[in-house]
T-cell receptor, first 114, second 115 residues
Framework: KAGVTQTPRYLIKTRGQQVTLSCSPI?????VSWYQQTPGQGLQFLFE???????NKGNFPGRFSGRQFSNSRSEMNVSTLELGDSALYLC?????????????FGPGTRLLVL | AQSVTQPDIHITVSEGASLELRCNYSYGATPYLFWYVQSPGQGLQLLLK??????LVQGIKGFEAEFKRSQSSFNLRKPSVHWSDAAEYFC?????????????FGGGTRVLVKP
């Protein structure tokens, strides 16, 4: 079974632009979560989508948004990019949504904001 | 609020020696605990998890972890380290039922393996 895939793998943007990242979960998984990883803040939860609904949200500004499609694929959007948004963005999928669900991570999208 | 602390930022170990990575959590209810490993430029790979039952859990790549409720710890161990174990290791706890799939991670421990 194929793992979690993320596209693109690398991205360079300039301040003020917006960006959309894509995540395809493991086949059969209906929950997709997004995390931001930076050297300073570590791994931080952004949000989770389950059955096309945002189920949980981390402490990030409204510039960060996401959505999930009927095939469980998910996109994350960051508008008005700031230098501090440079990070590795990780997507994780699980079969369902719940505390005992195991999340499987993709390779990440590395975003550099200049 | 839940939190995870990994006291050691870096650990250097000789190949063939044993390895123990510390993880302490703060959580008001039954924790669900995970260890993930991240190689450079890669995503996170699940090593093992603890939900309930036997407090000593076995994972992949020869790793094991022991849950100690009295110490709020979930330390990761490997009896004999291989050069390929050089990576960053993250301990994580999942949230209360209402919080869905949110994982709270520790800061990570970077492991360097000496030949």
């Amino acid at each position: 079974k194929a793992g979690v895939t993320q596209t693109p793998r690398y991205l360079i943007k300039t301040r003020g632009q917006q960006v959309t990242l894509s995540c395809s979960p493991i086949s059969g998984h209906r929950s997709v979560s997004w995390y931001q990883q930076t050297p300073g803040q570590g791994l931080q939860f952004l949000f989770e989508y389950f059955s096309e609904t945002q189920r949980n949200k981390g402490n990030f500004p409204g510039r960060f948004s996401g959505r999930q499609f009927s095939n469980s694929r998910s996109e994350m959007n960051v508008s008005t990019l700031e230098l501090g948004d440079s990070a590795l963005y990780l997507c994780a999928s699980s079969f369902a949504s719940g505390v005992q669900e195991t999340q499987y991570f993709g390779p990440g999208t590395r975003l550099l904001v200049l | 609020a839940q939190s995870v602390t990994q006291p050691d930022i870096h650990i250097t170990v000789s190949e063939g020696a044993s390895l123990e990575l510390r993880c302490n959590y703060s959580y008001g209810a039954t924790p669900y605990l995970f260890w993930y490993v991240q190689s450079p430029g890669q995503g996170l790979q699940l090593l093992l998890k603890y939900f309930s039952g036997d407090t000593l859990v076995q994972g992949i790549k020869g790793f094991e972890a022991e849950f100690k409720r009295s110490q709020s710890s979930f330390n990761l161990r490997k009896p004999s380290v291989h050069w390929s174990d050089a990576a960053e290791y993250f301990c994580a706890v999942s949230g209360i039922k209402a919080a869905g799939n949110k994982l709270t991670f520790g800061g990570g421990t970077r492991v360097l393996v000496k030949p």
